[in-house]
């Protein structure tokens, strides 16, 4: 069965504080894994899309990679305005998604 | 920059009632799709839609659910008759000319159903 597990389920980082975000997947026919973040109350907002292993992608204070078997978000210097739920998808024709890791940055 | 946009973003009907949600996805994207997010859980795949049919549906997608393109711009899903555990948030996304394609997501409408 197709399965995405998100690790942890919340992280609080102080500000400038860098840290990952796990996404470790079991599927067959991977057509791509997607990072978006989600804030409360709205819709997923894409971040990245990595399609083979070892490809990594850059944006602002976040840094996603891929490898056969998982995903990593690292988080560079967060700032307040970086407290998200962060989720994985991977895609197989359909998304299936991770339950999100919750991040809270203090400053 | 174009955005997928969804009405209402708050519907609250009776349990029985037939629900209608609409959504335009960007332009010249080809596949559509619907997801819903129970509170506090993960975004599920309900249906995809490719050329005028589904290409897709999961276990949710029922008997009580339908999906349309009316025109060449709006999306619909439908729920004939809603039960209490339809209260969701229901995210319209949509992608471009390959089934890899980035998704794109609308705000959501958030069903309440009592």
């Known amino acids: 069965e197709d399965q995405v597990t998100q690790s942890p389920e919340a992280l609080r980082l102080q500000e400038g504080e860098s840290s990952s975000l796990n996404c470790s997947y079991t599927?067959?026919?991977?057509?791509?894994l997607f990072w978006y973040r989600q804030d409360p109350g709205k819709g997923p907002e894409f971040l990245f899309t990595l399609y083979s292993a070892g490809e990594e992608k850059e944006k602002e204070r976040l840094k996603a990679t891929l490898t056969k078997k998982e995903s990593f978000l690292h988080i560079t210097a967060p700032k307040p305005e970086d407290s998200a739920t962060y989720l994985c998808a991977v895609n197989t024709g359909k998304l299936i998604f991770g339950q999100g890791t919750t991040l809270q940055v203090k400053p | 920059e174009p955005e997928v946009t969804q009405t209402p973003s708050h519907q609250v009907t009776q349990m029985g009632q037939e629900v209608i949600l609409r959504c335009v996805p960007i332009?010249?994207?080809?596949?559509f799709y619907w997801y819903r997010q129970i509170l506090g859980q993960k975004v599920e795949f309900l249906v995809s839609?490719?050329?005028?049919?589904?290409?897709?549906k999961s276990e949710i997608f029922d008997d009580q659910f339908s999906v349309e393109r009316p025109d060449g711009s709006n999306f619909t899903l439908k729920i004939r008759s809603t039960k209490l555990e339809d209260s969701a948030m229901y995210f319209c996304a949509s992608s471009g000319e390959f089934r890899g394609e980035t998704q794109y997501f609308g705000p959501g409408t958030r069903l309440l159903v009592l």
């Open positions: 599927v067959s026919g991977l057509r791509g």
């Open positions: 839609f490719y050329n005028n049919e589904i290409s897709e």
């Open positions: 332009s010249n994207h080809l596949y």
